[in-house]
């Protein structure tokens, strides 16, 4: 069993998925957001072919401080935040597997600032954005 990771976005939907301990996070591709149905048949495929038991979705949250609490205030005005969340409720109403969020601030750069042959091979920095993502939650739980 693995954990599916996104970084959605309104174009493109990055992926990545753990390995089977649910240790490490490895690139898996990119989605186009063309259609909503596309996504779902393409994502219903990737969740059965890769043995998926959960998904970790990046939300953009502000870079400002706040409460302990992933989302603050502010978050809610921004509307990339609110179509991550609206994107998340979709999926909660198409699958029937736990989907989580996680803390993505900054995972796009990070992943651009990775080498330029791992973004490359992975079909550009969405899929790596993803694993960051999804690194960033197997560790903060699997501590």
């Known amino acids: 069993m693995s954990i599916l990771?996104?970084?959605?976005?309104a174009k493109?939907?990055?992926?990545?998925?753990?390995?089977q301990f649910k240790k490490l996070a490895v690139p898996l591709g990119t989605v186009f957001?063309?259609?909503?149905?596309?996504?779902?048949?393409?994502?219903?495929?990737?969740?059965?072919?890769?043995?998926?038991?959960?998904?970790?979705v990046g939300v953009p949250v502000s870079l400002s401080t706040g409460n302990s609490g992933l989302l603050r205030e502010i978050d809610f005005k921004n509307q990339q935040v609110k179509e991550v969340l609206a994107f998340i409720d979709w999926l909660k109403?198409?699958?029937s597997l736990?989907?989580?969020?996680?803390?993505?601030?900054?995972?796009?750069?990070?992943?651009?600032?990775?080498?330029?042959?791992?973004?490359?091979?992975?079909g550009g920095d969405d899929p790596i954005a993803a694993m960051l993502v999804l690194q960033s939650y197997l560790d903060r739980n699997n501590n």
């Open 98 to 122: 736990p989907i989580g969020m996680e803390d993505e601030r900054l995972s796009t750069k990070m992943a651009n600032r990775l080498e330029k042959d791992l973004v490359k091979k992975n």
């Open 93 to 95: 109403t198409n699958f």
């Open 33 to 56: 957001n063309n259609s909503k149905s596309e996504v779902l048949a393409k994502l219903k495929n990737i969740c059965q072919q890769e043995n998926i038991d959960e998904i970790v």
């Open 12 to 19: 493109k939907i990055g992926l990545a998925k753990s390995d």
């Open 5 to 9: 990771g996104i970084d959605y976005g």
